[in-house]
């Protein structure tokens, strides 16, 4: 069983509870993180990061992680998406935490920057949203050419 460091306790409870469940997923593999890495598309320095709480896991890792350890991933997905609204920015270790020396630390407070995407899941659905809307664009516009005369007649 590997021996974790404390997590970082500028870690929100929601991804403190994500990470936490990773770590005993993880540790039930027994393997190490250079064994993980070969087992998923995730490097060991990628796990290392997931695993100390110093940067969000995607989505995909937890997924890579629950089918190696033979696990459901309904429960972990459920909590991946809880703790993608309360990290950081999406993403441990931008905004609200630096990484020094292989763990997190706080970086102080940060002024979000008035030109920045929404982060994490609300990004998602603002692209969403943009990408419908430039489709009825186009729709539009190609149904317009459509019915524009060509002007022969």
């Known amino acids: 069983m ?5 997590l970082p306790d500028a870690l929100p409870w929601e991804a403190r509870h994500l990470v936490e469940r990773l770590r005993v997923l993880k540790d039930r593999t027994g393997l190490s993180l250079a ?14 990061r ?11 890792a937890v997924q890579a992680l629950c089918r190696v350890a033979g696990a459901e991933q309904a429960r972990l997905l459920a909590l991946w998406d809880l703790a993608d609204r309360a990290w ?24 979000p920057a008035a030109d920045v995407p929404p982060a994490g899941a609300e990004y998602r659905r603002w692209r969403a949203a943009a990408l419908v809307s430039f489709a009825v664009i186009v ?3 190609a149904g317009l050419l459509w019915v524009l005369p060509t002007g022969s007649g």
């Open 2 to 6: 590997t021996r974790w460091r404390p």
């Open 139 to 141: 729709v539009l516009l």
């Open 88 to 111: 950081p920015h999406g993403r441990a270790g931008s905004a609200g935490m630096s990484v020094t020396a292989g763990t997190a630390v706080p970086a102080g407070p940060a002024e």
């Open 35 to 48: 064994e993980l890495a070969r087992r998923t598309a995730y490097s060991k320095s990628s796990w290392q």
């Open 50 to 60: 997931y695993l100390s709480g110093a940067k969000q896991p995607p989505r995909g």
